[in-house]
């Protein structure tokens, strides 16, 4: 798996995100993603979310993966 398969997936299973992924090895990535879906949502809310864009991928081909997610106004400031 490589970084730009894991932004499009984000991006593409959160319609509007913003996904930028970082992860050296292969296999432990970081992510920061945003996206208006996260508004008045809490934390393990938004990481579901993200999650849900990955599906089997995540403890399979994707070992790890550090999510920030934040809503276009929380970006922004």
């Known amino acids: 798996m490589n970084t730009d398969a894991i932004r499009q997936l984000i991006e593409a ?4 995100a913003r996904a930028e992924v970082r ?5 432990h990535f970081e ?14 809310a938004r990481h579901r979310l ?7 991928r995540m403890g399979g081909e994707i070992h790890a993966l550090q999510i ?10």
């Open 50 to 56: 993200v999650y849900a864009t990955l599906g089997e």
């Open 23 to 27: 992860g050296d090895d292969g296999v």
């Open 68 to 77: 920030k997610a934040l809503t276009p106004a929380e970006a922004a400031a």
């Open 31 to 44: 992510a920061v993603v945003v996206a208006e879906a996260f508004t008045g949502k809490l934390p393990l």
């Open 13 to 16: 299973g959160l319609p509007g």
